[in-house]
């Protein structure tokens, strides 16, 4: 069987079991083998889940934010103010991007700051409330429109993420010391955007036909604006031949690991193929760590529900009066 995560079993009793408010109703006739699937796809797609993959997914996806964030506000008047250098309403509209937001005022960067800051460290202490994660979305959402060349893709992805994990469906508990859940369908979505994301990248490198008709690609890439210390180190290093073999594993792995993800048995070696991938991908490449950061978060999507379980005291929730009383203790 493949799916996307066989390996947490569904909070409750199965659909068409007999104890249980979460029960379908069985029919006394015999089932169809077309009813039974589409019994068991909406059980998967949305029948509750345990909601520790998606908390500890979003934990270190914000963590990755953070980071991001620390390394725009090493400039931050060049950045959000008039003293650095923004594309005009013109350059935009050649551009076909829609109107950027106001930039702001020098004394308003940290406010803005504080805002910013302050919401990410609220998050990763433990807060979980539906109004954080608005805030989140918006400040993102800011980010993206207030300077386009600064953004790049990997913030659109932090807008569509904040957006799915702020519009998710409500969460119950049976009891206070029952595992909290929540519709499959937040984490089918989020499993699905990876492997979206993956299969679209791929096939925008195979249908121009330069990664597969030219076999030093990746050579000339790595040559650009992004190049690292290591990365000229390995061009002056490596063989081209080396260069070949990475472009062909890398294509292939964005094709072929979205089919890869959904089966069970070698869901793990997948995952460290990824691993591996991304962490070239920061080595060579500047300013990709956060996107390797970024991406590597979703792999927590797909792991074994007891690894995740090992790490809770990371993302766990807490309710606001446990962080004010963290936040007490720290500044003792």
């Known amino acids: 069987m493949t799916d996307f995560d066989p390996v947490s079993t569904p909070a409750g009793p199965h659909p068409g079991s007999a104890s249980g408010k979460n029960a379908a109703p069985v029919s006394s006739g015999p089932e169809t083998a077309l009813r039974r699937l589409a019994r068991k796809s909406e059980w998967f797609l949305i029948g509750p889940v345990d909601c520790a993959k998606v908390d500890a997914f979003a934990w270190l996806f914000t963590a990755s934010f953070l980071l991001w964030m620390l390394h725009h506000f090493s400039h931050p008047l060049e950045w959000l103010t008039e003293k650095g250098f923004h594309l005009n309403s013109e350059d935009l509209r050649l ?18 700051g504080v805002l910013l800051f302050g919401s990410i460290a609220l998050f990763l202490a433990g807060l979980r409330n539906r109004l954080l994660l608005i805030g989140l979305f918006l400040l993102a959402l800011y980010v993206q429109r207030v300077d386009y060349m600064a953004s790049f893709t990997l913030n659109k992805i932090y807008v569509i993420v904040y957006f799915m994990l702020a519009a998710a469906p409500p969460r119950s508990s049976l009891s206070a010391n029952s595992a909290t859940t929540q519709s499959a369908a937040l984490l089918r979505l989020l499993q699905g955007f990876l492997l979206v994301l993956y299969f679209t990248a791929g096939l925008s490198k195979l249908l121009p036909g330069d990664w597969t008709n ?10 650009g604006v992004y190049r690292t210390d290591f990365a000229a180190w390995t061009l002056r290093t490596m063989p081209p031949v080396f260069w070949t073999v990475m472009q062909y594993l890398a294509l292939g792995f964005e094709l072929f690991a979205p089919f890869f993800f959904c089966i069970r048995k ?6 460290l193929s990824g691993l591996m991938f991304h962490i070239v991908i920061a080595l060579l490449m500047r300013e990709l760590v956060y996107f390797s950061l970024q ?7 797909f792991v074994p529900q007891s690894w995740i379980n090992r790490v809770s005291f990371l993302y766990r929730e807490r309710s606001p009066k446990e962080i004010w009383g963290k936040i007490r203790r720290l500044a003792r």
């Open 214 to 223: 030219h076999s030093d690609v990746l050579w000339t890439h790595v040559q």
């Open 295 to 301: 991406m590597i978060a979703f792999y927590l999507l």
């Open 266 to 271: 070698i869901r793990i070696p997948v995952i």
């Open 95 to 112: 551009m076909n991007y829609p109107a950027a937001f106001p930039l702001l005022n020098e004394w308003m960067v940290p406010f803005f």
